[in-house]
């Protein structure tokens, strides 16, 4: 008996230890390289790591913040990170590179500005003409270099009529902060900071009636190495929407860390039409309704893909429209996230 209790205490260390193991297993999660930008697009992803939603689907994330999604495209040629939220416009110029386009975020038209000191503004409005030879802080081939084109039209001029200063966002606002050039096309957070130093809005995108989505993007070589956990992805990141939607008052707490992570310092009266922006993300179905689109018509993606496509053309970046750019849609990757049992 003696060596029978010693072989079923052996046989139980065992299995304790082959339990443990596959417990170890099972708790392994996924690495996942999150590049996200400093505007409110990005808040899910954060909402969705800081409140365990992507620990929930098996993910252990890390997020770069980025000033700009041209920054975003740069770096995927390198493949430094796996998912991301890019504007449309620098996901063009990442056709090349064979970027996905898993789901459209939301329309930012409203939160990209041409903004002015308030003398220069109410003058130009005053006499559109004396726009011409105006210095223009600009992120060049960015959502709001669109919005700036877009922009001189509607004060019947041409991107020619204007002198660029290239510039990303936080050195331009510093930049126009300290007087130098006439314009500077800002997006959310330095499009509030300057509202609140003073600074007054000469156009916006929708008053230029250009169309600017965010997207969620998939870098292919992740989608090839790990599809599963790009779905996953997905899927955790739009209950991060929906998280958000849910309840104001916590939302806007949530939000005040984010913009400490972020790297910015909002006022909070700047910051409530941020958390306001975050809370009106498209949904998941919303989302799909975006990439997919209604039989027989042309999907919201595609018709901002043909527009921003011919923007490149315009102004030199593209001497003609890829084939690629209408292959980066792909509505596969929302259909497995929407499928997924919940957790």
């Known amino acids: ?80 990170w796996d998912v991301a939220h890019i504007g449309l416009p620098p996901v063009v110029q990442g056709s090349k590179l064979g970027l996905i386009i898993a789901g459209v975020i939301s329309e930012e038209a409203v939160i990209h500005q041409l903004i002015g000191r308030p003398d220069y503004v109410d003058r130009i409005k005053k006499n559109p003409a004396s726009l011409k030879g105006a210095k223009v802080f600009v992120t060049t081939a960015s ?31 510093s930049a126009f902060m300290a007087g130098n050039g006439d314009l500077a096309q800002l997006w959310t957070p330095q499009s509030t900071a300057a509202r609140g130093r003073g600074m007054k809005v000469l156009c916006d995108a929708t008053e230029a009636n250009v169309r600017v989505p965010s997207v969620w993007a998939i870098h292919p070589e992740f989608a090839k190495k790990n599809p ?48 306001d922006l975050a809370m009106d993300l498209w949904p998941m179905q919303a989302q799909f309704d975006r990439i997919i689109g209604k039989p027989g018509e042309k999907a919201y993606v595609y018709q901002v893909l043909d527009e921003v496509s011919q923007f490149y053309v315009r102004i030199g970046r593209m001497k003609e429209i890829a084939p690629e ?19």
């Open 1 to 80: 008996m003696s060596k029978f209790s010693s072989v079923v205490r052996g046989l139980a260390a065992l299995l304790c230890v082959v339990g443990f193991s596959g417990a170890a297993v099972a708790q392994q999660k996924d690495k996942i390289r999150i590049a996200a930008q400093v505007w409110y697009p990005s808040f899910p992803q954060y909402v969705a790591m800081s409140q365990g939603i992507y620990a929930k689907w098996g993910l252990d994330p890390t997020i770069q913040v980025f000033q700009s999604g041209g920054q975003i495209v740069q770096v995927a040629a390198t493949a430094e």
């Open 143 to 173: 959502t709001g270099h669109f919005m700036v084109e877009g922009c001189m039209k509607k004060y019947g001029l041409t991107m020619s009529d204007i002198q660029i200063l290239p510039s990303e966002q936080a050195a331009s606002l």
């Open 228 to 275: 599963d956990a790009a779905v996953r992805w997905l899927r955790a990141t739009l209950e991060g929407v929906e998280w958000a939607q849910k309840d104001k008052a916590r939302t806007a707490a949530l939000y005040k860390e984010w913009d400490k992570f972020r790297g910015t310092q909002t006022e909070d009266s700047f910051l409530k039409e941020e958390i």
């Open 325 to 343: 750019i209408a292959k980066m849609p792909d509505p596969s990757w929302i259909r497995k996230a929407a499928a997924l049992p919940a957790r």
